[in-house]
């Protein structure tokens, strides 16, 4: 069985010992903002030229490409995420999205994957409209399969809104199970609800 991590932070500062991260790529594969943008600048001018030679096509919505991390010695997974405001059934064409995204993490033998939530920048998802099925499928593929997803969002307040349901998926009732507020940070990364160890905490 794997673990899911829910962490706050800076994708790059906490990448370190991953086998891959997660890209929230354009559909060009060029360099963009947001995630995209820190992962191109960390892994260096290589990973354009290589994705400028390597690939003649636009990537299709929910398609996967896997290429290597360079300066960030680890793969990444390059994944384009549908427009929420394009699409008849937005929620589920995104987590169709996830699916393809898990598949290519048991295809490749990850064990250890650093993941945005993709889709909840320029292409207008709201977390907390998308935080139950997401939380509900990444608790069952780490359930059921030996990897650790360690899912990120850079404020504590988004993190905050998967954690929410991620404690109601697991039925854990924290005000009858705690005893005392002191055990709520120890409880919580016992039962890999939350990763408080993570960098750049803001």
């Keep these: 069985m794997g673990k899911l991590f829910l962490i706050s932070g800076d994708i790059i500062e906490n990448s370190k010992g991953m086998d891959a991260v997660v890209n929230a790529q354009n ?33 299709e919505t929910g398609e996967v490409r896997i290429t290597s991390g360079f300066n960030l010695n680890m793969d990444i997974i390059h994944i384009l995420a549908p427009v929420s405001y394009e699409e008849k059934d937005p929620i589920n064409k995104l987590m169709e999205s996830y699916d393809n995204l898990l598949e290519s993490i048991l295809e490749n033998h990850y064990q250890k994957v650093i993941m945005p939530s993709i889709g909840t920048g320029t292409f207008a998802y709201n977390h907390e409209d998308i935080a139950q099925p997401l939380m509900e499928k990444l608790n069952n593929f780490c359930t059921n399969n030996n990897v650790a997803i360690y899912f990120i969002n850079r404020y504590p307040l988004y993190t905050n809104i998967y954690l929410k349901e991620l404690i109601n998926i697991k039925n854990i009732d924290l005000k009858n199970d705690l005893i005392k507020c002191d055990n709520i940070k120890k409880y919580l990364e016992d039962n890999n609800l939350i990763n408080l160890n993570s960098k750049a905490l803001y």
Excluded: E, F, H, P
């Excluded at 947001?34 to 030679?53: F, T, W």
């Design 27 to 59: 559909k060009y594969m060029d360099y963009g903002g947001g995630i995209c943008g820190a992962i191109y600048r960390a892994a260096g001018a290589d990973l354009l030229d290589y994705c400028k030679k390597t690939y003649s096509t636009n990537m």
